[in-house]
């Protein structure tokens, strides 16, 4: 029997949220993209916010012709971030919710309430050849909502798993986790999942056998400015291996 492989996306927004602390030239995102595929990583993913706190549009359009493995680009579900993707066409947009006020993102995109707004846009994207996924809470409707919608995959936030406050929490959110991931696959959805994950929670996610993807940012980029992107992503890449 082969191992499970699931695949690391590798979140760079915080390399850029240091560029701009400083509105500096460096550290440059595009570079840092490169070193995590030297490193391993199976994707780069960058959320393009409205108010590009971190990532910038030049970013974006650059990473678009440097990363070799594929480019997941996290956006709003607006005109003007559409518009923007079909003409950088990453290979993946990624609908997420987003609040100006919020530090990170704070919760999943509810596919219910949004779908009339969501539907002729997952269309667009996806007449503009992309492949669209769902940023989703652990919620089963979101999954068959997802389905209707003819979003290619979800991605569901595990923030209630990471942020769980024993050990009880934990499980209950892991058990949600799962659940939701096992239907997304029945109903033919590819299952991602990520938020919060670090090199000491991320093992249970990752042998999770109907999730194909964990997408991890801040964990990998706090290890990366101590010792390195290429080792940060290397040793993120051994942690989920090692739990598959």
């Given at each position: 029997?082969?191992?499970?492989?699931?695949?690391?996306?590798?979140?760079?927004?915080?390399?850029?949220?240091?560029?701009?602390?400083?509105?500096?030239?460096?550290?440059?995102?595009?570079?840092?993209?490169?070193?995590?595929?030297?490193?391993?990583?199976?994707?780069?993913?960058?959320?393009?916010?409205?108010?590009?706190?971190?990532?910038?549009?030049?970013?974006?359009?650059?990473?678009?012709?440097?990363?070799?493995?594929?480019?997941?680009?996290?956006?709003?579900?607006?005109?003007?971030?559409?518009?923007?993707?079909?003409?950088?066409?990453?290979?993946?947009?990624?609908?997420?919710?987003?609040?100006?006020?919020?530090?990170?993102?704070?919760?999943?995109?509810?596919?219910?309430?949004?779908?009339?707004?969501?539907?002729?846009?997952?269309?667009?994207?996806?007449?503009?050849?992309?492949?669209?996924?769902?940023f989703v809470d652990a919620d089963l409707e979101q999954m068959r909502e997802a389905q209707k919608l003819n979003a290619e995959a979800v991605e569901i936030n595990t923030a209630a798993y990471a942020d769980?406050?024993?050990?009880?929490?934990?499980?209950?959110?892991?058990?949600?986790?799962?659940?939701?991931?096992?239907?997304?696959?029945?109903?033919?959805?590819?299952?991602?999942?990520?938020?919060?994950?670090?090199?000491?929670?991320?093992?249970?996610?990752?042998?999770?056998?109907?999730?194909?993807?964990?997408?991890?940012?801040?964990?990998?980029?706090?290890?990366?400015?101590?010792?390195?992107?290429?080792?940060?992503?290397?040793?993120?890449?051994?942690?989920?291996?090692?739990?598959?």
């Open positions: 029997m082969t191992a499970k492989h699931t695949r690391l996306g590798v979140n760079i927004d915080h390399i850029a949220t240091i560029r701009q602390a400083r509105r500096a030239k460096e550290p440059d995102p595009v570079h840092a993209a490169i070193l995590a595929e030297l490193g391993g990583a199976d994707g780069i993913t960058v959320h393009l916010r409205a108010d590009r706190r971190h990532i910038q549009d030049r970013d974006v359009e650059i990473l678009r012709q440097v990363v070799k493995t594929r480019l997941n680009v996290e956006l709003a579900a607006t005109q003007e971030m559409v518009r923007i993707a079909l003409t950088v066409k990453p290979d993946q947009v990624t609908l997420v919710p987003e609040r100006r006020e919020e530090i990170t993102t704070e919760g999943g995109l509810d596919a219910i309430l949004n779908s009339t707004q969501l539907k002729p846009i997952v269309k667009m994207l996806q007449e503009g050849g992309i492949r669209v996924a769902l769980a406050a024993n050990d009880r929490a934990r499980a209950t959110a892991l058990r949600s986790v799962t659940e939701a991931a096992r239907l997304g696959r029945k109903l033919n959805l590819g299952v991602h999942a990520g938020h919060g994950l670090t090199y000491q929670n991320v093992g249970k996610l990752a042998a999770v056998e109907e999730i194909s993807e964990l997408n991890i940012g801040h964990s990998i980029v706090a290890r990366a400015a101590l010792v390195g992107m290429e080792r940060a992503v290397r040793e993120m890449k051994a942690a989920m291996e090692a739990a598959a």
